[in-house]
């Protein structure tokens, strides 16, 4: 090859490069250009579930602060069904430019994976993590029937008559189906699951004692509790919780390890800007530092976490792979 030649091919690769460098700082100085001025206009937020649930309210709670913040309105919109398959593929789809966020729970982020087998969207390729907001401990209560008041006595009655004693659920597949089978697996029990369609309806057997367990969120049960209605055997934080201080949690109370809750985290479209990641993230941590979000989260039943996207992303993959051990162990299907 002449020198001429080979001086003509370096002088092309410097000019790809060149080119090719300088689309990368183009795009780069556009998305920081277009975070400088986000937002300019209202923000939408998907909550993959009907108004009035636990991860309507967090939404709710967090987005009114948020458009105090931001200057611009944050707009709830709720698409429930499918177990969140429908919010959450529609928040999939839309445009990554900051202007569409929504709620990612650990249902459908965590545990659709494993229980759809044709799931439309990827909890972790479609999205973009920005926090982790709350966590909502499963609070394990019984009926005063059961003659069982510490989960010592649970396990060893259980034991002794396996298969017949029944804990209620909202439905196959949700977090307190997946506490009841977590428990199974580690405490090495069997009770029985029993599926309702939703919350109230498994609440109401329970209080009528058709059946005798039930694993769920505290807001849900608490005042049953304080009635004397239900009893509160343990909670699956790994810590207790402060509105429950003498109620034990169920690590503590044998069962090493044990932890289920329901989490409520906020995420993006994937490809969303990195700096309009970052910004929410910023802005929902302080949120959720301040002394009255605090409050009414806690009267929710929560406990405030406020990650990094990252922290949350990796949060999000573990909990992927430790539901999906226990929907595969269980053969849980979903309804």
């Not at 229980?115 to 969207?121: E, V, W």
């Not at 017949?164 to 439905?171: D, E, Q, T, V």
């Not at 109620?247 to 906020?266: L, R």
């Not at 976490?305 to 269980?330: C, H, L, M, N, T």
């Amino acid at each position: 090859m002449s020198i001429r030649r080979r001086a003509a091919g370096s002088l092309r690769l410097a000019l790809i490069v060149a080119l090719f460098a300088a689309g990368n700082a183009l795009a780069q100085a556009a998305s920081t250009a277009a975070a400088l001025v986000y937002p300019s206009k209202p923000i939408r937020l998907i909550v993959p579930f009907p108004p009035g649930g636990g991860n309507d309210v967090i939404a709710r709670i967090v987005g009114q602060k948020l458009t105090e913040r931001l200057g611009q309105p944050v707009i709830i919109d709720n698409k429930g069904g499918g177990n969140g398959v429908i919010g959450l593929n529609a928040l999939a789809q839309a445009a990554p430019d900051g202007y569409t966020i929504g709620v990612g729970a650990a249902g459908p982020m965590a545990v659709n994976p494993s229980l759809y087998d044709n799931l439309s969207y990827d909890p972790v390729r479609d999205f973009a993590p920005i926090t982790n907001m709350v966590m909502f401990p499963l609070l394990l209560v019984t009926h005063p029937s059961l003659k069982a008041r510490t989960i010592p006595e649970l396990i060893a009655l259980a034991r002794a008559q396996p298969g017949r004693i029944f804990y209620a659920s909202p439905g196959s597949g949700n977090s307190g189906h997946l506490a009841g089978e977590l428990f199974n697996a580690m405490a090495k029990v069997q009770i029985t699951h029993v599926p309702y369609r939703g919350q109230g309806p498994a609440v109401s057997d329970l209080l009528a004692g058709q059946v005798q367990v039930l694993f769920s969120s505290i807001p849900s049960v608490i005042g049953y509790v304080q009635q004397g209605r239900l009893n509160a055997i343990a909670v699956g934080s790994s810590t207790r919780v402060a509105s429950l201080p003498n109620v034990p949690t169920i690590a503590e109370s044998g069962v090493a390890g044990y932890e289920a809750y329901s989490w409520v985290g906020m995420i993006a479209p994937a490809h969303t800007p990195r700096d309009i990641v970052v910004r929410l993230n910023r802005e929902i941590v302080e949120i959720l530092k301040q002394k009255d979000v605090e409050d009414k989260l806690t009267q929710q039943g929560a406990i405030p976490v406020g990650d990094s996207p990252e922290q949350f992303g990796s949060y999000i993959s573990a909990e992927i792979r430790k539901w999906g051990a226990i929907v595969k162990s269980a053969n849980i299907k979903a309804d």
